[in-house]
């Protein structure tokens, strides 16, 4: 199975910037669609955004639309999700995810077959 390790969560003022990371290995990151969700205490999973396996298509939350901006090196089998203007309701433990093949098929969960640990991200003054 995949694995795949999220990094840099760190706690921020509002308005603040951070930018995530998410490193794969046992497969070929190239081949995946790579989902971002979030999830906060008592709350359910939720779509942040996703991209697809050349970075061709890309799908943002309207909650995140022009605040978050995703990206993939796939030569470094890295995806990247670039945040600023952070909000205290951005608060969660961010996921990302592989897609069950390359193709990116759409927001829910379901659609993704391989997650990692998550990264913590705070947003408070």
């Known amino acids: 199975q995949a694995k795949l390790v999220e990094s840099g969560g760190d706690l921020v003022q509002p308005g603040g910037s951070l930018r995530l990371s998410c490193a794969a290995s046992?497969?070929?990151?190239?081949?995946?669609?790579i989902g971002w969700f979030r999830q906060a205490p008592g709350k359910e999973r939720e779509f942040v955004t996703a991209?697809?396996?050349?970075?061709?298509?890309?799908d943002y939350a309207d909650s995140v639309k022009g605040r978050f901006t995703i990206s993939r090196d796939n030569a470094k089998n890295t995806v990247y999700l670039q945040m600023n203007g952070l909000k205290p309701e951005d608060t969660a433990v961010y996921y990302c995810a592989a897609g069950r093949s390359s193709y990116y098929t759409g927001r829910t969960p379901d659609k993704f077959g391989s997650w990692g640990q998550g990264t913590q991200v705070t947003v408070s003054s």
């Open positions: 991209i697809s396996w050349n970075g061709g298509i890309t």
């Open positions: 046992g497969f070929t990151l190239d081949y995946y669609a």
